[in-house]
């Protein structure tokens, strides 16, 4: 193709994912989401289609069975959430308007009753919120499922589609950009999926040696809170030690910090990332963290994924640049 046919239809491309965005703005997350993980997806694809299977019925039980594994555990969370409900708002309400605390003799009174009253607020209006998107939710969910599918499918037409519209000598450049975009998305979601389920399952004996009243519930929370980075679980359990505070239990609030602190909060990092670090994306925490709380609060929830492959990508553009450098100078 001459270099000036391929400029005329590269910028053309590029006018109509403009307008596309544009157009698409209500379903925009719900494209970027499916991509990511047909992206992903493609070499267990690639192992499925081995054992006979033509692409499309490969396609289609790579597509199901990640909708399973995605759905089943969203699912459960969702329904305990619901029936434990009740629960969670019966101990909002019973958390005592204000405690002392006592530092070095020193008697502190902390009122929490503004608190308690917009927990519950803020519990309400998640409820209802979550009850009227669900009819919107199954929608995207359906659109999801047919996108992996469709780009499971064709992801071999649409990587010779990206390819033609790069001269060959980049073809490097791309190759570099495609791994790291993989091994960030492996990081986002296999890693963090991986680490959820082990803190799940860690949490709910020591949540239930603990005392609470709903251990199942609140593992759930701390393993989808491990999507968060660097705080994740720690919440709740700072959360719990507080309320065994607000009680007048100090013995019980140490308890919780040292003994769910360490095993639920800490100890899933290091029993599945050192195993799982070889895929990961080699970026610092510290830039994971910058890549997600800047899309969270940029884009919205999309952010989570968008935010901290945006960093990658320019942590491997800034090495590709200065492995370039280097050969331009020796």
Not at 24 to 51: H, I, K, M, Q, S
Not at 59 to 65: E, I, L, P, Q, S
Not at 166 to 195: C, F, K, M, N, W
Request: glycine residues 8%; contains cysteine; hydrophobic residues 60%.
């Amino acid at each position: 193709m001459p270099y000036a046919r391929r400029t005329v239809l590269t910028v053309f491309l590029v006018l109509v994912a403009t307008l596309a965005v544009i157009v698409l703005a209500g379903v925009l997350g719900t494209v970027v989401f499916a991509t990511t993980v047909a992206y992903l997806l493609v070499p267990l694809y690639y192992r499925v289609e081995d054992y006979g299977l033509d692409p499309w019925w490969a396609a289609a039980v790579t597509a199901v069975g990640a909708a399973v594994v995605s759905l089943v555990p969203a699912g459960a969370f969702a329904y305990l959430l619901y029936v434990r409900s009740s629960g969670v708002v019966a101990f909002v309400r019973a958390l005592p308007a204000s405690f002392d605390v006592s530092v070095i003799g020193v008697s502190y009174v902390i009122d929490v009753s503004s608190l308690t009253v917009a927990a519950e607020a803020i519990l309400r209006d998640i409820a209802l919120s979550v009850v009227g998107a669900l009819p919107v939710l199954g929608i995207k969910f359906t659109l999801f499922g047919v996108l992996v599918f469709g780009l499971l499918v064709a992801h071999e037409n649409a990587e010779s589609a990206v390819l033609a519209a790069v001269p060959l000598r980049y073809h490097d450049i791309v190759a570099a950009l495609s791994g790291r975009a993989r091994e960030t998305l492996y990081a986002i979601y296999v890693l963090q999926a991986a680490t959820a389920v082990v803190t799940a399952a860690i949490a709910v004996p020591v949540f239930w040696l603990l005392g609470f009243t709903y251990p199942v519930t609140l593992a759930l929370v701390c393993g989808v809170l491990q999507f968060l980075p660097v705080v994740g679980p720690s919440f709740v359990v700072l959360g719990l030690a507080l309320y065994r505070l607000s009680i007048g239990d100090a013995t019980g609030a140490i308890t919780v910090l040292a003994v769910a602190g360490v095993l639920v909060a800490w100890l899933p990092d290091p029993l599945v990332r050192p195993r799982l670090s070889r895929h990961t994306a080699r970026i610092p925490g510290s830039l994971y963290f910058v890549g997600f709380t800047g899309g969270l609060l940029t884009v919205g929830a999309l952010g989570i994924i968008v935010g901290p492959l945006v960093v990658a990508l320019l942590v491997e553009t800034v090495s590709l640049l200065a492995d370039e450098e280097g050969k331009y100078r020796t």
